[in-house]
């Protein structure tokens, strides 16, 4: 009798034990539509179904025309619930649409923290290697010794230590990138160090910046564009849709449609959440919205409270001058894409944003 119950139970105990040992599934958002890689086919929400304001989001149109905008795309659950495009309304007359292209600014800084990743991912590369391990010895006017301290993880935090406040900040020659603090002790935004990130990557993979974007990034997700040289600057330019995908794939925590376009899921989760602990609402070349202080571009001084109050506190975005902004709100399944001329004369237009959502928290409906 014993052993007939035994010989009953012992699969039951199998089942239980292989059940427990299944891999936990991802924490993304989970029924988000793809839009399909090529053509221009991509689903829509009608916003009466939302119960979203539409009197309201007709000011928000005003707001964007009113602010020199190009283009706005708003997906929720990747579906198009608002695209609209205001280029022949604005004062230069120059027709905008749906496949025009424009450029990224450092918006384009998320897709470079993403190759980093996708780098490491294969083993070409470690965030704490020197960064001399791949620019080689003299890239910057350091001594050997302090130069060997700096690596690509400095470089993706903006925490070199190298000074921002020489003449021109874009400009990566070695002898315009000189010592101003142990590396990891300061935050500044300075573009000259972030940019040598795409020679990083270049030498580390054995492949061209703009090859291995298209072979391991756009292709995957049906990106298009191209990086092009502006003075020291490497910037993206692309249509809007472009960067709405590429908000997509990180909305989804690096899938697409099934498949894993970005499998490091602990550099992705740390790309954009505090990197370091002298700019809160810093993470990997990504802004994090909602900490309880936050830096600016070319000053020192810490703010306290979030950068766009009006926003949601799980707001991260790639944020350019002129106001290109990609942005991902998870806990409501958004991505927000504004492209088109500077609202102000800020680096960064961190307030436009927040006015934004200030006109956005109207047409949303009550949480």
Same mark, same amino acid.
């Given at each position: ?89 604005? $004062? ?14 450092? $918006? ?72 101003? $603090? ?35 990034? $756009? ?149």
């Amino acid at each position: 009798m014993f052993r007939r119950l035994l010989s009953l139970f012992i699969p039951l105990i199998m089942v239980f034990f292989s059940c427990s040992e299944k891999e936990e599934p991802d924490n993304g958002p989970s029924n988000l539509y793809f839009p399909p890689l090529s053509g221009n086919t991509w689903e829509t929400l009608d916003t009466q179904g939302l119960n979203w304001n539409l009197q309201e989001l007709n000011r928000l149109d005003d707001l964007l025309e009113a602010n020199g905008t190009r283009a706005f795309i708003l997906l929720k659950k990747g579906k198009i619930v608002r695209e609209v495009y205001f280029g022949s309304r604005l $004062a230069s007359n120059q027709p905008y649409d749906q496949n025009s292209l424009w450029y990224w600014a450092s $918006a384009g800084k998320a897709l470079t923290a993403t190759l980093v990743c996708l780098a490491q991912e294969e083993g070409k590369l470690d965030l704490n290697e020197p960064s001399s391990t791949y620019l080689g010895q003299g890239w910057t006017s350091l001594t050997m010794t302090q130069e060997r301290e700096i690596t690509i993880w400095h470089q993706l935090t903006m925490t070199t230590g190298l000074d921002d406040r020489v003449g021109d900040r874009d400009d990566f020659s070695s002898d315009n990138l000189k010592f101003l $603090a142990k590396p990891g002790s300061r935050w500044a935004y300075h573009n000259a160090p972030y940019t040598l990130l795409d020679k990083v990557v270049e030498r580390a993979t054995d492949m061209s910046f703009s090859d291995y974007f298209n072979q391991k990034l $756009a292709s995957k997700i049906g990106m298009t564009g191209s990086w092009q040289k502006v003075g020291f600057n490497n910037v993206f330019f692309s249509n809007s849709r472009s960067m709405a995908r590429f908000g997509l794939l990180i909305l989804a925590n690096g899938e697409w449609d099934g498949q894993k376009v970005i499998q490091d899921k602990r550099y992705l989760e740390q790309m954009v959440n505090t990197s370091q602990q002298l700019n809160n609402s810093y993470g990997y070349l990504w802004w994090l919205n909602g900490k309880n202080s936050f830096m600016l571009p070319t000053i020192q001084n810490v703010f306290q409270g979030s950068w766009a109050p009006n926003a949601p506190g799980d707001m991260f975005c790639g944020l350019g001058r002129d106001g290109q902004y990609v942005c991902i709100i998870p806990s409501m399944e958004l991505v927000m894409v504004r492209l088109g001329e500077s609202p102000d004369q800020s680096l960064v237009p961190f307030m436009f944003l927040d006015e934004i959502w200030q006109q956005l928290n109207k047409v949303l409906p009550k949480m």
